[in-house]
């Protein structure tokens, strides 16, 4: 079996400029360590840099066609961080270095107090770097099945402004919306938030799409959100555990698209693991929870191996991190080599 820690290589050009404002701006939202700085993790940092990836040509002044990936999907087991993660990417989207704004010459920097921020962060750009700018009017909505579902994201967001050092630039964050300078705001929205769609956005974190179906109306939702970033040359960003194939969810649809420039990332233990097993279970769970120090392997274990009793489908799909339907069947031979080559 390959090796679970996976050997991440930066060879494009990208925001490294974003990578470093997080984690100088947000903070840990819960537990023991809650309001200590928020480091990415290997995936975090990697996801984050290939989503933030420039291409060569890319001239100042361009939005989403500046980057090479026009909107981005990870896949990611539970409890993996996924939450916390997707509300550092939104703070950035918020206030941050999200866009770009051309190449470095030498001794440009990035400088918060440029942007209304006191924190005294400032970055040195090298030469020929990708350099970034905020959005002047920052317009997000988290979206999602249910409230319960966006309060994942949104539970997770508060704190990290408040007791970081975004309060003083973002010094409200209300229970419904939050507002953000340049009269921008952050909204929550779900399928039966119909009047909201269609609406102005430049940023779009879509979280467990992999139960975005037709039946839950998220199909549509999906679609009218990316419609509206196209207008406005903002990106989306999903983020979910394995789905069943059998749904033909909005992750399925994103995963099997024939697009060059959708970002995926869906670690896959070796198929040959069976998750029936115990010993192999393990391995799978080495495997697909590498990068997220943070979680016991044992309390996962022990979670999954109950849920095998009654759902083994369903823990597969949550802590392995697979693609199974009905009685186990796996997704078609070779889908995932062709469909995840770039």
């Known amino acids: 079996m390959s090796s ?9 050009p990208t925001l490294f400029v974003a990578v470093d404002w997080i984690e100088a701006h947000c903070v840990i939202p819960d537990g023991f360590s809650r309001g200590q700085r928020f480091v990415l993790s290997g995936w975090q940092a990697w996801d ?9 040509s890319a001239t100042r002044g361009q939005l989403a066609p500046a980057f090479y990936f026009r909107r981005s999907q990870t896949v990611r087991p539970q409890k993996t961080g996924k939450g916390p993660f997707t509300a550092a990417i939104i703070c950035l ?37 990708a350099m970034g700018i905020p959005w002047p009017t920052p317009l997000i909505q988290i979206t999602a099945t249910s409230n319960e579902q966006t309060d994942n994201i949104y ?3 508060r704190p990290m402004i408040q007791l970081g050092p975004l309060a003083d630039l973002i010094p409200k964050t209300g229970e419904e919306f939050i507002r953000l300078p340049g009269a921008g705001r952050i909204d929550t929205v779900t399928s039966s938030a119909k009047s909201r769609l269609g609406a102005r956005v430049t940023f779009v974190p879509q979280d467990e799409t992999g139960i975005w179906t037709e ?18 040359g903002g990106r989306a960003w999903e983020t979910t555990n394995a789905w069943d194939p059998a749904e033909l969810s909005v992750a399925q649809r994103t995963f099997e698209s024939s697009a060059k420039d959708i970002f995926r990332d869906f670690p896959q233990a070796p198929s040959s693991l069976s998750f029936a097993n115990k010993a192999e279970r393990r391995k799978i769970l080495r495997y697909v929870y590498a990068g997220s120090p943070w979680v016991d392997l044992d309390a996962i274990e022990a979670e ?6 009654r759902d083994p489908q369903q823990a597969e799909r949550f802590f392995g991190n697979r693609l199974v339907q009905g009685l186990g069947a796996w997704l078609p031979d070779n889908l995932w080599e062709s469909t995840c080559s770039t």
């Open 93 to 129: 989207e918020g206030v941050g270095p999200a866009l770009f704004d051309g190449w470095a010459r030498g001794g440009e920097v990035y400088d918060c107090r440029d942007f209304g921020c006191g924190c005294g962060f400032v970055y040195a750009y090298e030469p020929g770097e």
């Open 4 to 12: 679970p820690e996976p050997s991440y290589r930066v060879d494009f």
């Open 304 to 309: 999954a191996a109950e849920l095998m009793e």
């Open 155 to 157: 539970d997770a967001l």
């Open 48 to 56: 984050t840099l290939n989503h933030y990836r420039v291409k060569p």
């Open 215 to 232: 039946s839950a109306g998220m199909v549509r939702v999906a679609e009218t959100q990316r419609r509206g970033l196209a207008g406005m």
